[in-house]
């Protein structure tokens, strides 16, 4: 069974950081892999998807990098702002499956 | 273009009550997905539709929970004879078939609290 782990749970930076979240999964059999925003009370807006033939995608302020031998994503979002604060989730799609296996997301805090 | 929506927002049940969530996905998105939410997790696969079959049920908690999707558009999550552990966020999520991304869409969801 697919298993997403994020780290760290909650993190809170000062405004203009550089800062990374980490996603890992235990089946490297994955067909893609999304990054999702979800503010307080909404729903989830997708941010990155990477396929797994793909090592990065990149859009606006963030990158999202994928290594499927090693089992692990990371978002890398430059010069972070207060409007940055939000959950972030991230979520596989396996190659035999439809659905979405996610992780239990990062909390993240900007501090203005 | 109009995203996936939801209704209602909220919804508040007494315990033992029945509960029916709406669901309309992006007009011409064949796959319609539904999961549930507990506070501080992530997201977990309830059911999965292709146009009006059910083609996957396997994350549906229990017998009390039923999903349809008659005419392959609007899709309705009835949970029956509701109990507090069935308190949290049901999210639905549409996307395009075989030949695309597979990327998911997904809408406001709807908080059900059950006293």
Same mark, same amino acid.
């Given at each position: 069974?697919? *298993?997403?782990?994020?780290?760290? $749970? $909650? =993190?809170?930076?000062? *405004?203009? *950081?550089? =800062?990374?979240?980490?996603?890992?999964?235990?089946?490297? $059999?994955?067909y893609n892999l999304q990054w999702f925003r979800q503010d307080p009370g909404k729903g989830l807006t997708s941010l990155l998807l990477i396929q797994s033939s793909q090592r990065e995608q990149t859009s606006g302020? =963030?990158?999202a990098s994928l290594d499927k031998s090693s089992g692990r994503s990371t978002l890398y979002i430059a010069a972070s702002q207060p409007g940055d604060s939000a959950t972030y989730l991230c979520a596989v799609k396996l190659g035999s499956a439809r659905q979405l296996t996610f992780g239990s997301g990062t909390q993240l805090t900007v501090l203005p | %273009? !109009? %995203? &996936?929506?939801?209704s209602p927002r909220y919804k508040v049940a007494k315990r033992g009550q029945d509960v029916a969530l709406r669901c309309d996905p992006i007009s011409g998105h064949v796959s319609l997905f539904w999961y549930q939410q507990a506070l501080g997790? %992530?997201?977990?696969?309830?059911?999965?539709?292709?146009?009006? !079959?059910?083609?996957?049920? @396997?994350?549906?908690?229990s017998d009390r929970f039923f999903a349809e999707r008659?005419?392959?558009? &609007? @899709?309705?999550?009835k949970i029956q004879r509701t109990q507090q552990e069935d308190s949290a966020v049901y999210l639905c999520a549409s996307s395009l078939v075989a030949g695309t991304t597979y990327e998911q869409y997904f809408g406001p969801g709807t908080r059900l609290t059950v006293t």
């Open positions: 069974k697919q *298993e997403v782990t994020q780290i760290p $749970a $909650a =993190l809170s930076v000062p *405004e203009g *950081e550089n =800062l990374v979240l980490n996603c890992s999964f235990t089946d490297s $059999a994955i302020r =963030l990158n | %273009g !109009a %995203g &996936v929506s939801q997790q %992530g997201p977990e696969f309830l059911t999965y539709f292709q146009n009006e !079959a059910q083609l996957d049920k @396997s994350g549906l908690p008659p005419e392959g558009s &609007v @899709s309705t999550l």
